[in-house]
């Protein structure tokens, strides 16, 4: 059974550094960080890593009295963050007494039953503070971080490695299918469509979807499993009262997903939001179909039109061109059933397993064709390629020497002749270029665990002594 990646989400009242925290963790500046009380308006997502392990993390608007509908829809983060969420952070401030802000906040974290911890940030400023007053919240544990300085940080991921959930997909015989992309784009009519029956609720207002519906069928004998998600919105064109910004559950229909449509609106194209989008999918490495939605109101078309259009859609979405295309419209059923067609192939091509054997044999041919460029006396050399068998997505080792080398450009020559060959068209490849150790011709085993330290010493020891045949 494969794992989905864990969702972390910081929660807490506006002001206590959540969003310093999360620029912390991602040890860059993602998020605007300002001494303004609610600069954080909408959910921030990025995929973090610590020791190995990855996670999504997502930073929320800060919790207050909601003056306005506007305020209140900014609020609903909230839910939704420890509704969504694996894990949750509630951030707190130390040199701030406990305020009915903090209380409400975590009061709705512990009803999830979820791992929640206490984060108490600023503890620079904490001098004559009593922390043990926050103990009062009801969570543990306690950790105390301070951003500035970065104390705790490594303390805080290293306690989340202790308590991430061993989440596992659904029976990996199920294809499933989520369907993503800004509201009112026709994913609940597709949804529909797609299911044969009236499941979602489809109406003209932006925002009708607030959680994600499921269906399960069966195509060409494939138990399929439909999830359709709430509308991502733009950023700081949230809806008075009805649409909040709904990317933590987008987010998690990604990461349930083996392929994903991307519903854009023929009316509407080429938007920025479509395009985060399809990068979520890509970090995530899943499948992607971008689904032209609406086809059929479209006026005064004719056989040209989609020809015309279609470069003009490729070129919004060049940093994922194993993409396929797909006009539709669910209204009259137009290339509705091909969707399936298309997911099935993809589903199928991310299963492919190939030996070591062939793809060291392309791996020569490649490179042979086509060398990689680097700088003088340290030009990349590739020897020897791997699959990863306990990964969904399809993942290959490279072991060399000077891969640092490796230009983007020569890393998307690869993917391109991979699925020439082997027929990944749909599915985002992971490329791992390592380089090759001293001891083994071939890196290290991507099998076996690295010898530690102590252990290459007491086998060095043992040869010296002749107690180990060399």
């Given amino acids: 059974m494969s794992k989905k990646l864990p969702i972390v989400a910081l929660v807490g009242r506006a002001n206590v550094g959540k969003s310093s925290l999360f620029n912390a963790v991602l040890d860059r500046r993602e998020a605007i960080v300002s001494a303004e009380p609610g600069t954080t308006r909408d959910s921030i997502s990025a995929k973090a890593s610590w020791e190995g392990n990855n996670f999504w993390l997502v930073d929320t608007a800060g919790v207050k009295d909601a003056a306005d509908d506007f305020e209140l829809t900014i609020q609903e983060q909230i839910t939704q963050a420890v509704d969504a969420a694996d894990i949750i952070w509630v951030i707190v401030e130390a040199n701030v007494p406990i305020t009915e802000e903090d209380r409400r906040v975590a009061r709705t974290a512990l009803k999830s039953k979820k791992p929640v911890f206490l984060v108490i940030n600023k503890v620079d400023r904490a001098r004559g503070h009593d922390l043990e007053g926050f103990e009062r919240l009801g969570i543990r544990p306690i950790l105390p971080t301070s951003t500035t300085q970065n104390r705790g940080i490594a303390e805080l991921l290293d306690t989340l490695l202790e308590h991430i959930p061993h989440l596992s997909q659904p029976d990996e015989t199920s294809l499933r299918i989520a369907l993503l992309g800004r509201p009112n784009v026709g994913k609940s009519t597709l949804f ?4 044969k029956k009236q499941q ?86 899943k499948g992607l179909v971008i689904v032209v939605s609406k086809w059929d109101t479209v006026e005064g078309k004719d056989a040209f039109t989609r020809d015309a259009l279609a470069p003009k859609i490729a070129q919004t979405f060049d940093f994922v061109p194993w ?56 030009a990349p050399k590739l020897n020897y390629m791997v699959q990863e068998t306990d990964n969904p997505t399809p993942a290959f080792k490279i072991f060399g020497s000077h891969t640092k080398y490796v230009h983007w450009s020569y890393r998307r020559y690869m993917e391109r002749e991979l699925r020439e060959e082997f027929g990944f068209e749909g599915s985002a490849l992971q490329l791992w270029f390592i380089e090759k150790s001293g001891r083994h011709k071939h890196g290290n085993s991507p099998t076996k665990p690295e010898r530690t330290k102590t252990q290459r010493k007491i086998i060095t020891n043992k040869q010296r002594t002749g107690k180990l045949k060399k």
């Fill in 200 to 285: 979602a609720i489809v109406a003209d207002k932006a925002g009708t979807t607030r959680d994600i519906n499921r269906a399960g069928i069966r195509y060409n004998s494939v138990a399929v499993e439909l999830m359709d998600t709430a509308g991502i919105r733009r950023s700081g064109k949230i809806g008075k009262g009805i649409e909040h910004f709904s990317v933590i559950r987008s987010l998690a229909a990604i990461e349930q997903a083996d392929v994903c449509l991307l519903l854009t609106d023929v009316n509407e194209l080429g938007t920025a939001l479509d395009q985060k989008i399809a990068g979520m999918v890509e970090d995530a490495g």
């Fill in 323 to 378: 993409a396929p295309l797909l006009f539709t419209s669910a209204e009259t059923g137009q290339n509705v059933t091909k969707i399936f067609d298309i997911a099935l192939d993809i589903w199928k091509a991310r299963q492919t397993r190939l030996t070591t054997s062939e793809l060291n044999n392309w791996l020569g041919a490649v490179t042979a064709s086509h060398p990689p460029a680097g700088l003088k006396n340290r």
């Fill in 192 to 195: 529909n469509a797609l299911a």
